[in-house]
């Protein structure tokens, strides 16, 4: 696969090819042709889904405690759907679908269903849920910015980032992607 390339085969010295392709998956996170991740994180989110609907008969039993449901959150579906998170660009509507699905776990697991018409707010209060999976997310990512800033300047991240990130940032708030810019230079 190539990123804002030609999009042609590459033929190695010993004759052999490989075959170029418009998305793959490394690291257990989709890569698409137009080096956007957005896929990629659509089917982290899916796959947090997945395991909220796997855990829904824990989820629903008031027998089970609060304390433990949010260790089941944290150590299973938080880390399902935000592996990798450090390195997304989030856009609005992809922080959307991440808070519907980590309102959907603390619904089911307050036993609260969008019928009752109770507000996220108080779901999360019921739950002791203090951030958002977002501000998690977030909160990774500044950690990541972190090392990189610490990492020497041969490093191929630090490049990235020096070379990269400069070019990308309008002064207006929105980056050429469509997402929000948080992090100031």
Known sequence: ????????????EDGSVIKNCDKYK???LKI??????????KDRIMQGRRATSMLNGVL??????KANKKNIYNTVVKSIITYGSEVWQLKSRTE???????????????????????TNNRVREIMGAEHTIVDDIRTKQLIWLGHV???????IPKQFYCGH???????EGR????GRVWIKN
């Open 175 to 178: 980056d050429e992607a469509g």
């Open 165 to 171: 990130l400069e070019a990308e940032i309008k002064e």
């Open 32 to 41: 698409t042709n137009d080096g956007k991740l957005d896929e990629g994180i």
């Open 1 to 12: 696969m190539t990123v804002g390339g030609a999009q042609e085969n590459i033929v190695l």
């Open 149 to 155: 800033q610490r990492m020497p300047d041969h490093r």
């Open 96 to 118: 959307n679908m991440l808070l519907a699905t980590e309102m959907d776990y603390w619904r089911r697991s307050a036993g609260k269903s969008k019928s009752e018409q109770i």
């Open 60 to 65: 629903w039993d008031q027998g089970i405690s």
């Open 26 to 28: 490394y690291l257990g």
